[in-house]
C-alpha cells in the first residue's frame, strides 16, 4: 500500500526555492569570514582599540569575540530554522511557516550586526580579504530573499 505524498503548492515550492538561495548567500559570506577570521579579528580590534584608547588589550580581544561568536551563532540559528522550516513545509505541516519567521529574525541580526560591528572598520576588513560585497549588502540580500520566502509561505498557506 502506498501512502500519499502531500500536495505542494506553488507558493511551497517557490518559498523553499527562495529559502535554499538565501541560505547559500548567507553561507557563502559566513564561509568567507571563516577563511579570514584572524585577520578580520585583528583589524577589528585595531580598529576598535584606536576608537576606545582607554580600554585594555584584553577588554578589546574579549569584545571583538563576543561580536563575532554571536554572528556565528545567529548565523547557526538562522541556518536550522530555515533548513527544518522548509523540511516542515515541504512535509505540509504548517508549523514551518513559524520557524521561518525565526529565520528571518536570525538574518535581519546577522545584517544589522555586521553593518555595525564591520561597517566603520569595512575598508580594512576588505583589505584582511573580506570583500566590501559580502561585509553587509549579500547578508542584506539574503535576509530579504528569506523574508519574502516567508510571506510567500504564508500568503500560500491561505489558499
Do not use: K
Not at 26 to 48: M, Y
Not at 51 to 58: L, N
Not at 91 to 113: E, F, H, K, M
Amino acid at each position: 500500500m502506498r501512502t500519499e505524498r502531500p500536495v505542494r503548492g506553488r507558493g511551497v515550492v517557490v518559498a523553499v526555492g527562495l529559502w535554499a538561495a538565501a541560505i547559500v548567500v548567507i553561507a557563502v559570506t559566513a564561509v568567507l569570514v571563516a577563511l579570514h577570521l584572524n585577520e578580520i579579528r585583528v583589524v577589528l580590534s585595531l580598529d576598535l582599540a584606536r576608537d576606545e584608547p582607554g580600554a585594555t588589550a584584553d577588554e578589546v580581544v574579549r569584545a571583538v569575540n563576543i561580536a563575532l561568536g554571536v554572528g556565528a551563532v545567529l548565523i547557526g540559528v538562522l541556518v536550522v530554522t530555515a533548513i527544518y522550516g522548509c523540511t516542515r513545509l515541504w512535509q505540509g505541516a504548517g508549523s514551518g511557516r513559524g520557524w521561518l519567521v525565526v529565520a528571518v529574525i536570525a538574518a535581519v541580526a546577522v545584517t544589522v550586526g555586521a553593518a555595525i560591528v564591520i561597517g566603520p572598520s569595512s575598508s580594512a576588513v576588505a583589505e584582511a580579504g573580506l570583500p566590501a560585497l559580502f561585509q553587509w549588502p549579500l547578508p542584506a540580500v539574503g535576509s530579504a530573499i528569506g523574508a519574502v520566502a516567508t510571506v510567500i509561505a504564508y500568503v500560500s498557506a491561505g489558499r
